[in-house]
């Protein structure tokens, strides 16, 4: 069973019915406890990094992904969920993540052209950062998916597994051990999407 | 980089897609969720759900249906028609749509915009303006393109980007249905005024009218239309197709 964290930021409908469609059993769960009884576990989240971690924290599912990630469980953060998997982010003053990839979350208008637009909204294609992780297994590098943000992880080369292109190189997905972060949404992103999530589903836990 | 845009916009009523479709292969032309998946099977991009039902009941069928769609087309969704508060915000996000076109409901009460962006985030709030030149100059109307506002429809549009709309889309009146092309004049100036996505709306009438888009306002980042991809004139795989020999990025369709 997969534990998706509901911890009140944004709708759950399409990630949970995207696991529907691969036939693959996912629980919405706000409850710490139930963290325990999944195989694998997705951190969700839209909005702003300073209320989420809070939210997170409140919810006293920060200490219980901690937990479940050090007995080996995989996890997968989407979106700010991924972003939350950093050490801290700069978005509205400094707020600490989870500290499972090393790193720092920045505005993009710091690295992208002036004429660019922010948000980075829509479909890009991802370029594999080293080996294919095992996260894409099922799909090929230039594979396009959606995304949707305006900050972006930083001072993770090390653990960057996808880039995407728009001016400059934006980090698109991480990795480390038993935990992966996309800053696109997977779950929106057509049947690559459904592929990544099909491979998350394929670790052995 | 990031790619081009096509998207086609279904507009339901009463629980069925309105205009006449004609696919072979599809069972139900007028179903959306047929509708929603062919078009998400041949590559579409994103999918445009206009609400033009009138009653409560109808909104209701609108509703379940968008859920249906949403649990099995895996793109993004931007829904519109009737939004007029952020309960309607939340009655469309929790079925699945991605984003919320408002139009009429903003032009009532502008604070809706900003609302819904400090709630919901400025991606997920699309400015949806329907523009008509009255005298030379561009003209915002309401009500589905029938009652002129008087409102200069530029500063409207910065108005609501300031207050946290992420997207416009651009329907020229002038141009929509006469499939003689994009309004490229009403486009660029929109651009020229706002930094967030474009979506440019009215007037496509065949594969050449996207290329004209593309390559004369690089900036504009997608195009939409209705009747032309319902009918079959513009099938979306050569349309792709197409864009990529004149070097227009667009996003490939990987197989199941």
Request: glycine share 10%; hydrophobic share 45%; charged share 20%.
């Amino acid at each position: 069973m997969i534990a998706i964290i509901d911890y009140g930021v944004g709708n759950l409908f399409s990630l949970k019915s995207s696991f529907a469609a691969i036939g693959a059993e996912a629980r919405v769960t706000s409850h710490p406890e139930d963290l325990a009884a999944a195989d694998r576990i997705i951190l969700p989240g839209v909005g702003a990094f300073g209320d989420a971690a809070e939210k997170l924290c409140r919810a006293g599912m920060d200490q219980a992904v901690l937990e479940q990630v050090s007995a080996g469980k995989p996890l997968l953060g989407i979106c700010l969920g991924m972003q939350l998997l950093l050490e801290e982010s700069l978005e509205y003053g400094t707020h600490a993540g989870l500290g499972l990839i090393p790193g720092q979350v920045r505005p993009i208008s710091e690295v992208i052209p002036a004429d660019y637009k922010i948000p980075h909204i829509g479909w890009n294609a991802l370029q594999f950062c080293g080996e294919p992780s095992r996260l894409f297994s099922r799909i090929s590098e230039g594979d396009a998916v959606y995304f949707v943000h305006s900050f972006q992880a930083t001072g993770c080369a090390a653990h960057t597994i996808a880039c995407a292109e728009y001016g400059a190189p934006l980090t698109a997905a991480v990795a480390k051990e038993n935990v992966f972060g996309c800053q696109f949404h997977p779950e929106k992103s057509g049947n690559v999407g459904l592929n990544i999530l099909r491979a998350f589903c394929d670790l052995e836990v | 980089m990031i790619t081009k845009r096509i998207i086609p916009c279904l507009d339901v009523r009463d629980g069925r897609v309105v205009k006449g479709v004609n696919f072979e292969g599809l069972r139900d032309v007028s179903s959306p969720v047929d509708l929603a998946r062919y078009y998400s099977d041949v590559g579409a991009d994103e999918l445009v759900f206009y609400d033009i039902t009138a009653s409560a009941e109808g909104r209701r069928l609108f509703t379940d249906i968008l859920c249906e769609v949403a649990s099995t087309i895996f793109i993004p969704l931007t829904v519109g028609g009737g939004i007029n508060s952020l309960d309607d915000f939340d009655r469309v996000l929790k079925c699945g749509a991605d984003k919320v076109s408002v139009n009429s409901g903003a032009i009532r009460r502008p604070e809706l915009v900003y609302e819904a962006a400090k709630r919901y985030g400025d991606q997920c709030v699309v400015l949806s303006a329907d523009i008509k030149r009255v005298g030379g100059v561009f003209h915002v109307f309401a009500k589905g393109g029938r009652e002129d506002t008087g409102m200069e429809a530029i500063s409207w549009i910065r108005r609501c980007v300031d207050s946290g709309a992420g997207e416009i889309v651009v329907n020229s009146i002038d141009t929509d249905g006469v499939k003689g092309g994009f309004d490229l004049p009403m486009l660029k100036a929109v651009c020229d005024a706002v930094g967030v996505p474009v979506i440019a709306s009215g007037g496509a009438g065949n594969i050449d009218h996207f290329i004209e888009l593309f390559h004369s306002l690089p900036q504009v980042d997608a195009g939409l239309a209705a009747s032309i991809f319902h009918f079959g004139e513009v099938l979306i795989p050569d349309l792709k197709a197409r864009l990529r020999e004149e070097h227009i990025l667009v996003r490939e369709v990987a197989p199941c």
